[in-house]
């Protein structure tokens, strides 16, 4: 972990490396939830408001709250009082890496799901460490990216940093999504109602109208609404195409098998 003296200086530089970015990420990002919240985030500020104006800052002082204030009124994109990665990114001078290519060229979720669905060939949620380079260059060329294996290598090294934390040599998909900006990662959405193992048998059992295993598009609509009314979800017609057609993304053919829905619903298949 790096102390208040070593992080300043990143905090000052006119660019960061992704790795540099991390540093800062994991610095910040104390309980590793995810999220700069609570005192992790008044702390990242009275930091970064050091570094700009080169002089300390006074956290209790009333000018320091309003610009904090502003400050979030700015960067935090989904209003949820907390900085995500993605939105760190929008804060940070960092150079063209990963985390900006996502966000320029991941026009939707469904085209992150397209391209992870490829390598997650058990739909178990994870891909392997080693197909990671693969699928990164995959994303790359999609977005006529032109990049050498030396960046390719560091893009791949600067995300096994972030997210292979157990050293298992898996990466899931919930980590991974969070690199999508916050308004495309439908995965977000569902966080407050991730659903029990028993929960989600049971859900699955009664959209499965006719019992044949999987959940087609026209059930999983019924699902999405239900699930959505019954949690009191914000969420309009347009935002409900949005979340079916990221979730269709990773069926098979059109059908949904349960994994695929676990991925997305229950939270005991998750990092």
């Not at 560091?154 to 934390?165: A, N, P």
């Not at 195409?241 to 991925?263: C, H, N, P, W």
């Amino acid at each position: 972990m790096a102390t208040q003296a070593e992080q300043l200086p990143l905090l000052q530089l006119a660019e960061l490396t992704a790795a540099q970015f991390i540093d800062i990420w994991k610095h910040f990002d104390t309980d590793g939830n995810g999220y700069i919240e609570g005192k992790e985030l008044e702390n990242f500020f009275t930091q970064l408001e050091s570094a700009r104006r080169g002089a300390g800052v006074d956290p209790s002082h009333a000018s320091f709250k309003e610009k904090m204030r502003e400050f979030m009124a700015n960067f935090d994109k989904n209003s949820d009082g907390r900085i995500e990665m993605s939105e760190l990114a929008q804060i940070l001078p960092t150079e063209e890496n990963f985390l900006l290519c996502f966000r320029e060229f991941v026009g939707s979720s469904a085209e992150f799901m397209n391209a992870w669905r490829k390598y997650d060939t058990d739909r178990s949620g994870y891909i392997e460490s080693n197909e990671l380079k693969g699928f990164l260059s995959d994303l790359l060329k999609k977005a006529n990216r032109i990049y050498d294996d030396k960046r390719l290598t560091e893009y791949t090294q600067t995300i096994l940093r972030m997210f292979d934390l157990n050293g298992d040599g898996k990466l899931g998909l919930s980590e991974m999504a969070r690199l999508l900006p916050v308004q495309e990662n439908f995965l977000l959405k569902f966080q407050g109602i991730r659903l029990t193992v028993k929960e989600f048998d049971s859900l699955f059992t009664f959209y499965d109208k006719d019992g044949n295993g999987y959940i087609d598009e026209q059930e999983l609509d019924a699902l999405l609404k239900d699930l959505c009314d019954k949690n009191k979800m914000d969420v309009d017609a347009t935002g409900l195409v949005d979340y079916k057609k990221s979730i269709m993304a990773l069926s098979d053919g059109g059908k949904l098998y349960r994994t695929e829905m676990e991925i997305v619903l229950c939270r005991d298949s998750m990092l």
